[in-house]
C-alpha cells in the first residue's frame, strides 16, 4: 500500500540548514507530482513546494522561495527538501504529500510528518 | 492568488445532526473546457495528517462513508456531513487545484459535538 514516512526534522537555530526527507513506497514518485505542505502549531495548512511528475519544473511558495530546495530520487524512490536560513516562522510540521490526477487533481496521500522547530 | 474563505470557523453540532461548512473562493475554480471545479475536501484529526474526502468539490474519496457530502460550483461550495457521529470531530478544510502552481487551502472550520 501507498506510504509516505518523512525524516530530518528537529529543532535548528535561526540562519541554520535543515535537510527532509520523505520515503516513498507503494508507488513510484516520478509518476506523480510530489508536494510538500507545513503546518504551524495551532494553524492551518501552507502549501510549500511542489516537484512535476517528469522533474521538469519546481515551484516554491513565495514565504521559501530563494531558501528552499525540492529535489527528488528516482533511485530511492525519496523526495527531499532542503531548508536553508531558516527562520522562526518556518517553524511547523511539514508533510510530504502525493498529488493524484485522476480526471481532477487532490492530495490523495499524506505523510505522518516531521517537526521542524526553528529557535536559538 | 486565489484566497479560500470557509465559513463559520466553528461550529458544534448534536450526534446525529446535520453539519454544514461552506467555502468561497476568491475567483472561479470551475474549468470551463471540461466543467469539473477543482475544489477538494480534507478532514484532519489531532495528531494526524489530513486525510481526503472529497474531490471534484462533489466527488467521495474511496472509504469516505456516505454522510459527507459535496456541493457547490463556480467560487462557492459546501461539505456536508449528514449525520454527525463522534468519529467526525476534527478540523475541516478545502483546497483549491484551479490555480496553481500556488495551491491554496481555507483556514479551516473545527467541528466539535454539542
Known amino acids: 500500500q501507498v506510504q509516505l514516512v518523512e525524516s530530518g526534522g528537529g529543532v535548528v537555530q535561526p540562519g541554520r540548514s535543515l535537510r527532509l526527507s520523505c520515503a516513498a513506497s507503494g508507488f513510484i514518485v516520478s509518476n506523480h507530482g510530489m508536494h510538500w505542505v507545513r503546518q504551524a502549531p495551532g494553524k492551518g495548512l501552507e502549501w510549500v513546494a511542489v516537484?512535476?511528475?517528469?522533474?521538469?519544473?519546481?515551484y516554491y511558495a513565495d514565504s521559501v522561495k530563494g531558501r528552499f530546495i525540492i529535489s527528488r530520487d528516482n533511485s530511492k524512490n525519496t523526495l527531499d527538501l532542503q531548508m536553508n536560513n531558516l527562520r522562526a516562522e518556518d517553524t511547523a510540521v511539514y508533510y510530504c504529500?502525493?498529488?493524484?490526477?485522476?480526471?481532477?487533481?487532490?492530495?490523495?496521500?499524506w505523510g505522518q510528518g516531521t517537526l521542524v522547530t526553528v529557535s536559538p | 492568488d486565489i484566497v479560500m474563505t470557509q465559513s463559520p470557523d466553528s461550529l458544534a453540532v448534536s450526534l446525529g445532526e446535520r453539519a454544514t461548512i461552506n467555502c468561497k473562493s476568491s475567483q472561479t475554480v470551475l474549468y470551463g473546457s471540461n466543467n469539473k471545479n477543482y475544489l477538494a475536501w480534507y478532514q484532519q484529526k489531532p495528531g494526524q495528517p489530513p486525510k481526503l474526502l472529497i474531490y471534484g468539490a462533489s466527488t467521495r474519496e474511496s472509504g469516505v462513508p456516505d454522510r459527507f457530502s459535496g456541493s457547490g460550483s463556480g467560487t462557492d461550495f459546501t461539505l456536508t456531513i449528514s449525520s454527525l457521529q463522534a468519529e467526525d470531530v476534527a478540523v475541516y478544510y478545502c483546497q483549491q487545484f484551479y490555480s496553481t502552481p500556488s495551491w491554496t487551502f481555507g483556514q479551516g472550520t473545527k467541528v466539535e459535538v454539542k
Open positions: 504529500v502525493r498529488e493524484d490526477r485522476n480526471g481532477y487533481s487532490y492530495f490523495d496521500y
Open positions: 516537484i512535476w511528475y517528469d522533474g521538469s519544473d519546481k
